[in-house]
Antibody
Framework: QVQLVQSGAEVKKPGASVKVSCKAS????????IHWVRQAPGQGLEWMGI????????SYAQKFQGRVTMTRDTSTSTVYMEVSSLRSEDTAVYHC????????????WGQGTLVTVSS | DIVVTQSPDSLAVSLGERATINCKSS????????????LAWYQQKPGQPPKLLIY???TRESGVPDRFSGSGSGTDFTLTISSLLAEDVAVYYC?????????FGQGTRLEIK
């Protein structure tokens, strides 16, 4: 069965970086795009960007350009999302989600990773 | 960017009654390659990731009960729950996947009256 399993919760200080992983299983890793979506406490869903596991190409929301980096490791079917220069407003649950193409809905989601930014 | 706006922000419906949530996009999300609207609906319960309910505006995801239905085209869309069950209490989001940045509505909180 399709699964996206994310790494555990993180606590970081302002200015630090965090790297969240998303390990895919149950399907051919390179045939589906992976999106990252975040959700601040009690708030809605915010799309951060997308990576193609096939060729590693990425596209980021303008808000996150220069501060977010998405990478992948095809040998372990894992996608990574790193956010740098963390600030308190980055405190959120970060989700990875799968889409068949870049312009398709998200049919499977990871369980979410809580990142808390606090001094 | 395509702005997606839901209404209402919250909704209280009696068990067994119909619930209707609206979603409006700031521009058409009609995908001309298949003549379908690039609009999805998700259900999110506390502590869980969102779950895909409806895509292409009206296609039910596998395993989703048929009391959930989607309709609409162009810029105006609706999610209908025909007969509300207690397990349907959740926040519902619409999403346009026509173009990046992919955008979501602000969410509608559905409760039991």
């Amino acid at each position: 069965q399709v699964q996206l399993v994310q790494s555990g919760a993180e606590v970081k200080k302002p200015g630090a970086s965090v790297k969240v992983s998303c390990k895919a299983s149950g399907y051919t890793f390179t045939t589906y795009y992976i999106h990252w979506v975040r959700q601040a406490p009690g708030q809605g869903l915010e799309w951060m960007g997308i990576i193609s596991p096939s060729d590693g190409s990425t596209s980021y929301a303008q808000k996150f350009q220069g501060r977010v980096t998405m990478t992948r490791d095809t040998s372990t079917s894992t996608v990574y999302m790193e956010v740098s220069s963390l600030r308190s407003e980055d405190t959120a649950v970060y989700h990875c989600a799968r889409g068949e193409y870049s312009n398709r809905p998200f049919d499977y989601w990871g369980q979410g990773t809580l990142v808390t930014v606090s001094s | 960017d395509i702005v997606v706006t839901q209404s209402p922000d919250s909704l209280a419906v009696s068990l067994g009654e119909r619930a209707t949530i609206n979603c409006k996009s700031s521009q058409s999300v009609l995908y001309t390659s298949n003549n379908k609207n690039s609009l999805a609906w998700y259900q999110q319960k506390p502590g869980q990731p969102p779950k895909l309910l409806i895509y292409w505006a009206s296609t039910r995801e596998s395993g989703v009960p048929d009391r959930f239905s989607g309709s609409g085209s162009g810029t105006d869309f609706t999610l209908t729950i025909s007969s509300l069950l207690a397990e349907d209490v959740a926040v519902y989001y619409c999403q346009q996947y026509y173009s990046t940045p992919i955008t979501f509505g602000q969410g509608t909180r559905l409760e039991i009256k």
